[in-house]
C-alpha cells in the first residue's frame, strides 16, 4: 500500500429513470442522481476511472454504470454532463440497438406479464429438475429469483435456451421486449464515447457469470463484446467490468483472457474503497441504490470505512 494517498470511492450505477417497482434494485430515480451528482462535484474530486488512483493525494470519487440501458444516455448522461463528470458505461453488447430486454427483465416479463396462468412452471434440464408453484406474485416472485440465481450459476448455453423457450410456452408471451427497458443504440453509444468525459469499457455479450465459463466461449463473451464496443466507438477499449462482479464471477483464467483482449483495467461489485492495495483487474464498487436516505453522511461513511 502507498502511503499518504487519498482513498478513491468507485461508485456503480446501473438505471437513472422514474419507476414504480424495482424488484432487482437497479433503478435510481433521476432527481436522487442529480442530488447526488450536484453534491460530490462540489465537495470531491471526480476522476476518470482509466485514469491512475495511485496518484490522488485526495480522496476522489469515480462513476460507473453497468449494463448499457437507454436511460443511461436519456436520463443520466444529461446530468453528468451539465456537472462536467468523467464516467465509464461498461456495456453488454448482446441488445444494442435491439427490442430484446436483457435477461433478467426478459425473466421478470414473463412471470409478471404472462398471458396464460399455469399453476407450476416446471424447470427441466439433463441436470436439473424442479417445480415452481406459480399461483400469486409471492410464488411468482420466488420462482423469478430462483430461476435467476440458477442461471447466474449455469455455464451451458444450451440450458438457457431451453429454459427460455420452456418460459415462453409457460407464459404465452411473444418475444417484444418494453421499452422502458431497452439497450442504448449504436449512435447513442458512438455519441456518448465522442465526448472526452466518457469511456466506454466492455461487459461481456450475454451478460452471463464469467465465473463458469472456460476456453472458447469465455473467450468469445469478453472479445466480441470489445471488439463491437471498439467498432461502434472508433476508439480501443481498455477497461470492462465483469457481469455480477462477485467473486464467483471472474479467476485468473478471465484475468488471462481479458489481458489477451487489451484490457488494462476491470472492475468487480466487491464493496469497498480503493487504497491502493487491489490488482488492476479486482477494482471494487459500491452499488447505488435508490434507499439512500442521507447521501453525504453514506459516502462519508463508505470512503472512512
Ligand atoms: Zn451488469
Given at each position: 500500500?502507498?502511503?499518504?494517498?487519498?482513498?478513491?470511492?468507485?461508485?456503480?450505477?446501473?438505471?437513472?429513470?422514474?419507476?414504480?417497482?424495482?424488484?432487482?434494485?437497479?433503478?435510481?430515480?433521476?432527481?436522487?442522481?442529480?442530488?447526488?451528482?450536484?453534491?460530490?462535484?462540489?465537495?470531491?474530486?471526480?476522476?476518470?476511472?482509466?485514469?491512475?488512483?495511485?496518484?490522488?493525494?485526495?480522496?476522489?470519487i469515480v462513476i460507473t454504470f453497468d449494463d448499457g440501458y437507454m436511460d443511461n444516455y436519456i436520463n443520466a448522461y444529461p446530468i453528468l454532463k451539465k456537472n462536467k463528470i468523467p464516467v465509464t458505461f461498461f456495456i453488454s453488447t448482446g441488445n444494442i440497438g435491439t427490442s430484446q430486454e436483457y435477461?433478467?427483465?426478459?425473466?421478470?416479463?414473463?412471470?409478471?406479464?404472462?398471458?396464460?396462468?399455469?399453476?407450476?412452471?416446471?424447470?427441466?434440464?439433463?441436470?436439473?429438475?424442479?417445480?415452481?408453484?406459480?399461483?400469486?406474485?409471492?410464488?411468482?416472485?420466488?420462482?423469478?429469483?430462483?430461476?435467476?440465481?440458477?442461471?447466474?450459476?449455469?455455464?451451458?448455453?444450451?440450458?438457457?435456451?431451453k429454459v427460455y423457450d420452456d418460459l415462453y410456452k409457460w407464459s404465452g408471451k411473444n418475444h417484444i421486449g418494453r421499452p422502458c427497458n431497452f439497450a442504448m443504440t449504436e449512435e447513442q453509444i458512438y455519441e456518448l464515447s465522442q465526448d472526452e468525459l466518457v469511456t466506454i469499457g466492455g461487459h461481456?455479450?450475454?451478460?452471463?457469470?464469467?465465473?463458469?465459463?472456460?476456453?472458447?466461449?469465455?473467450?468469445?463473451?469478453?472479445?466480441?463484446?470489445?471488439?463491437?464496443?471498439?467498432?461502434?466507438?472508433?476508439?480501443?477499449?481498455?477497461?470492462?467490468?465483469?457481469?455480477?462482479?462477485?467473486?464467483?464471477?471472474?479467476?485468473?483464467?478471465?484475468?488471462?483472457?481479458?489481458?489477451?483482449?487489451?484490457?488494462?483495467?476491470?472492475?468487480?461489485?466487491?464493496?469497498?474503497?480503493?487504497?491502493?492495495?487491489?490488482?488492476?483487474?479486482?477494482?471494487?464498487?459500491?452499488?447505488?441504490?435508490?434507499?439512500?436516505?442521507?447521501?453525504?453522511?453514506?459516502?462519508?461513511?463508505?470512503?472512512?470505512?
Open positions: 500500500m502507498i502511503i499518504n494517498m487519498g482513498k478513491v470511492l468507485c461508485l456503480l450505477y446501473h438505471r437513472v429513470i422514474p419507476y414504480d417497482e424495482d424488484v432487482f434494485g437497479m433503478k435510481v430515480r433521476p432527481e436522487h442522481f442529480e442530488e447526488q451528482m450536484e453534491y460530490i462535484v462540489n465537495n470531491y474530486e471526480i476522476i476518470p476511472f482509466n485514469s491512475d488512483w495511485n496518484k490522488v493525494d485526495d480522496n476522489a435477461w433478467w427483465d426478459e425473466l421478470q416479463r414473463l412471470c409478471f406479464e404472462r398471458e396464460v396462468e399455469n399453476e407450476y412452471f416446471n424447470l427441466n434440464t439433463e441436470w436439473l429438475e424442479y417445480k415452481f408453484p406459480s399461483n400469486d406474485c409471492e410464488q411468482l416472485k420466488d420462482m423469478m429469483l430462483s430461476v435467476r440465481h440458477i442461471l447466474r450459476r449455469e455455464d451451458d448455453i444450451v440450458v438457457w435456451d461481456t455479450v450475454s451478460h452471463r457469470s464469467l465465473g463458469p465459463l472456460r476456453g472458447k466461449e469465455l473467450y468469445s463473451e469478453c472479445s466480441n463484446s470489445i471488439n463491437t464496443l471498439a467498432q461502434i466507438t472508433k476508439r480501443e477499449i481498455s477497461v470492462f467490468s465483469y457481469p455480477f462482479g462477485g467473486r464467483g464471477d471472474y479467476n485468473d483464467e478471465v484475468f488471462d483472457v481479458l489481458k489477451a483482449c487489451g484490457i488494462q483495467k476491470a472492475a468487480t461489485t466487491v464493496s469497498h474503497v480503493y487504497m491502493g492495495e487491489n490488482s488492476e483487474y479486482e477494482i471494487p464498487r459500491v452499488t447505488i441504490k435508490d434507499n439512500i436516505q442521507n447521501w453525504k453522511e453514506f459516502i462519508f461513511k463508505k470512503i472512512n470505512e
